[in-house]
């Protein structure tokens, strides 16, 4: 596990840059192996506990809400965070119709700079680590929401993040049974050819349903990751049942939810940013005093999580910048041990930091002027 830093640690040195300017740089092939290398599990598990660590130091972070642009096929957004040491960033989109090009719904990259000087220190693909991280934020928060004991879970929606979210609740929290359901059979398929492996080493069941009823009825665990971007019911209140936990995954940007309104107001509702979980997540449909739980105070012991086996919660998960950076982290870090970062000369090396115009000088050719 990677301890958690305050704000008066000292910047960290990398250790491949070869000088000043160099970024360290993760591309999407050596994040593929180096989860492969490390193991899926155990990256899902150094990604929770880092995610943890730095909601419990919340009020260290400056904060914000992430920064979109919405068109008519999807949405890309901007997501900043930062401490007194790093500065983080991540760009990433979601365009549902992106599979019918060939293109993942989700793509995205990011950053850490040093916040003393605003250097680069380290660029990364976030593609494969956001679906990490995002069913890694799952994990942490289901620790404490989710009944103890929880068994089964409903997992709704079988695209990109499904697998990801499967392992993490299989692996981690001892869910043993699986019930699949998704609009299209061929993702249900794809997802068990993909843990087939992992459902053995684990003893774990999976069933495919075929509905959402008969996915969610006696689950512990409600799992929603679908992807179009439309005002849906996924869950309707008349599916709860006495201390389920609903995950609710999919409902991320503004005009596209998953759970019917009745459902936050029967259940216990956890977030992680409140500003912006309430223009984007399945939140947008309440009014404005809705009362809601930011989830750090949970873990900081200023609120309660689960006060009783019989409450419903409900974790209305859209993403936040500080998950990212805390991936981020995590990734930089298990990338050095395992030699896999890669150096790129991202900034100038200036002999003269002052004279940005000589690096044309040193690099261009005589170009004979003619006269006007």
Same mark, same amino acid.
């Given at each position: 596990?990677?301890?958690?830093?305050?704000?008066?640690?000292?910047?960290?040195?990398?250790?491949? /840059?070869?000088?000043?300017?160099?970024?360290?740089?993760?591309? =999407?092939?050596?994040?593929?192996?180096?989860? @492969?290398?490390?193991?899926?599990?155990?990256? &899902?598990?150094? !990604? @929770?506990?880092?995610?943890?660590?730095?909601?419990?130091?919340?009020?260290?972070?400056?904060?914000?809400?992430?920064?979109?642009?919405? $068109?008519?096929?999807?949405?890309?957004? &901007? !997501?900043?965070?930062?401490?007194?040491?790093?500065?983080?960033?991540?760009?990433?989109?979601?365009?549902?119709?992106?599979?019918?090009?060939?293109?993942?719904?989700?793509?995205?990259?990011?950053?850490?700079?040093?916040? /003393?000087?605003?250097?680069?220190?380290?660029?990364?693909?976030?593609?494969?680590?956001?679906?990490?991280?995002? /069913?890694?934020?799952?994990?942490?928060? /289901?620790?404490?929401?989710? %009944?103890?004991?929880?068994?089964?879970?409903?997992?709704?929606?079988?695209?990109?993040?499904?697998?990801?979210?499967?392992?993490?609740?299989?692996?981690?929290?001892?869910?043993?049974?699986?019930?699949?359901?998704?609009?299209?059979?061929?993702?249900?398929?794809?997802?068990?050819?993909?843990?087939?492996?992992?459902?053995?080493?684990?003893?774990?069941?999976?069933?495919?349903?075929? $509905?959402?009823?008969?996915?969610?009825?006696?689950?512990?665990?409600?799992?929603?990751?679908?992807?179009?971007?439309?005002?849906?019911?996924?869950?309707?209140?008349?599916?709860?049942?006495?201390?389920?936990?609903?995950?609710?995954?999919?409902?991320?940007?503004?005009?596209?939810?998953?759970?019917?309104?009745?459902?936050?107001?029967?259940?216990? =509702?956890?977030?992680?940013?409140?500003?912006?979980?309430?223009?984007?997540?399945?939140?947008?449909? !309440?009014?404005?005093?809705?009362?809601?739980?930011?989830?750090?105070?949970?873990?900081?012991?200023?609120?309660?999580?689960?006060?009783?086996?019989?409450?419903?919660?409900?974790?209305?998960?859209?993403?936040?910048?500080?998950?990212?950076?805390?991936? &981020?982290?995590?990734? %930089?870090?298990?990338?050095?041990?395992?030699?896999?970062?890669?150096?790129?000369?991202?900034?100038?090396?200036?002999?003269?930091?002052?004279?940005?115009?000589?690096?044309?000088?040193?690099?261009?050719?005589?170009?004979?002027?003619?006269?006007?």
């Amino acid at each position: 596990m990677f301890a958690a830093r305050g704000p008066s640690a000292t910047p960290t040195t990398p250790t491949t /840059a070869s000088n000043k300017t160099t970024t360290e740089f993760l591309s =999407v092939s050596h994040a593929a192996q180096l989860i @492969a290398q490390t193991g899926v599990v155990e990256c &899902l598990r150094l !990604m @929770a506990d880092a995610i943890e660590a730095d909601f419990a130091r919340w009020q260290d972070f400056d904060k914000s809400a992430r920064i979109a642009a919405h $068109s008519s096929n999807g949405v890309i957004e &901007l !997501m900043p965070v930062a401490d007194s040491v790093d500065y983080a960033f991540k760009y990433v989109n979601g365009h549902p119709v992106n599979t019918q090009h060939g293109l993942p719904t989700v793509m995205a990259f990011g950053a850490l700079a040093d916040v /003393a000087t605003g250097t680069p220190r380290f660029v990364s693909e976030l593609t494969l680590t956001t679906a990490l991280r995002t /069913a890694a934020t799952s994990l942490m928060v /289901a620790r404490r929401l989710a %009944r103890k004991n929880s068994r089964s879970m409903a997992l709704i929606g079988n695209g990109s993040q499904s697998e990801f979210q499967a392992l993490a609740f299989v692996g981690l929290l001892g869910v043993r049974e699986l019930r699949l359901f998704d609009i299209d059979p061929s993702a249900s398929a794809k997802l068990l050819r993909n843990i087939e492996f992992y459902l053995h080493e684990y003893s774990a069941q999976v069933r495919v349903c075929g $509905s959402v009823e008969e996915a969610v009825r006696g689950a512990d665990i409600v799992t929603t990751v679908t992807a179009d971007k439309a005002r849906a019911i996924i869950v309707g209140a008349h599916m709860l049942e006495p201390g389920m936990h609903l995950n609710a995954v999919g409902g991320d940007c503004p005009g596209k939810t998953e759970l019917e309104r009745t459902v936050l107001e029967r259940s216990s =509702v956890f977030v992680e940013y409140e500003p912006q979980t309430r223009v984007e997540g399945d939140l947008q449909q !309440m009014p404005a005093d809705f009362a809601v739980t930011e989830f750090w105070r949970v873990i900081q012991g200023a609120a309660p999580g689960r006060i009783s086996s019989e409450e419903i919660t409900v974790f209305d998960s859209v993403g936040f910048a500080l998950e990212d950076y805390s991936a &981020l982290r995590t990734m %930089r870090q298990l990338g050095r041990q395992a030699g896999l970062l890669e150096t790129i000369a991202l900034i100038p090396e200036l002999d003269d930091p002052k004279d940005l115009f000589g690096l044309l000088r040193l690099n261009a050719r005589p170009v004979r002027l003619r006269r006007a």
